[in-house]
């Protein structure tokens, strides 16, 4: 029986001239990004005026406490809405990068923090059956969730448009996924630098990264839902490697359809 290699096999020569070409397009996209991180750091700030209070492990706290004496916050709008018995697979995913990346953005002057708007309790239970020892704060009560587009009324989401990732559009669930970005200054202050939402969140997938560079890939169908793959990191079954099903496949209920654009 012969086996068929399902890709192209070539000499070293013609591997490594191509190799070359690419090497000259992904300088191209390295050079880009970094043009593209300049203007991003070079927009407009704008000043947060609402006093958002958290509930956090230490007792309630305001968006400047939040800080916690950094200059730059970073936070993660992690999908767990109030009577969710769990949060997010994919936003999960994003979350189990941040414990080894925590150590070094605290030394660039970076505080992350996790912000949901399920109560207090639910979210230490989750957190603690999933392991992580990044700080996580309820939103509960307050308007910081809707006003930073990552949560939706009801009323919102019966007339068939919310207002996310800076338009308007369909969105199936009463929580989104995002990252927003805070500066506070000396007086304490505090602004709003920047926000990013559906594929932007690919930024805390570093395992996405390394994904695109072997042969496979992610290997995701091209529907509204590509992380249909992602299982809690506990949830995984041994020994099982995942296979794009050609079958529709039901988005979960707390699932992050992880935007096309």
């Not at 029986?1 to 070359?20: K, N, Y």
């Not at 509960?140 to 019966?158: I, K, M, Q, W, Y």
């Amino acid at each position: 029986m012969t086996t068929q290699t399902p890709h192209r096999i070539a000499s070293d020569s013609l591997w490594t001239e191509e190799r070359r070409k690419l090497l000259a397009r992904e300088k191209e996209l390295t050079r880009l990004r970094d043009q593209v991180a300049s203007e991003r750091r070079a927009l407009p700030w704008r000043r947060v005026e609402k006093d958002y209070v958290f509930a956090t492990q230490a007792g309630p706290r305001t968006l400047a406490e939040v800080f916690e004496g950094k200059r730059q916050l970073l936070v993660q709008h992690f999908m767990f809405g109030p009577g969710w018995e769990q949060g997010c697979p994919s936003c999960s995913y994003m979350a189990d990068h941040m414990d080894g990346m925590n150590v070094h953005l605290a030394h660039r002057d970076i505080r992350f923090v996790a912000v949901s708007r399920a109560p207090l309790a639910d979210i230490q239970r989750f957190r603690e059956r999933m392991g992580w020892q990044f700080d996580w704060v309820s939103s509960n009560g307050s308007d910081f969730n809707f006003d930073f587009r990552v949560s939706f009324t009801p009323e919102e989401l019966a007339g068939g448009e919310v207002d996310y990732n800076y338009r308007k559009g369909y969105f199936p669930a009463e929580e989104a996924p995002g990252i927003s970005v805070f500066a506070r200054d000396d007086a304490g202050a505090v602004f709003h630098t920047y926000s990013t939402f559906g594929r932007g969140v690919e930024a805390m997938m570093g395992a996405y990264t390394l994904m695109d560079l072997t042969p496979q890939g992610r290997n995701e169908r091209d529907t509204f839902y590509k992380m249909e793959w992602v299982r809690h990191h506990d949830r995984y079954e041994a020994g099982q490697t995942y296979q794009p099903a050609p079958e529709k496949v039901a988005v979960p209920a707390a699932a992050c359809p992880h935007c096309a654009d």
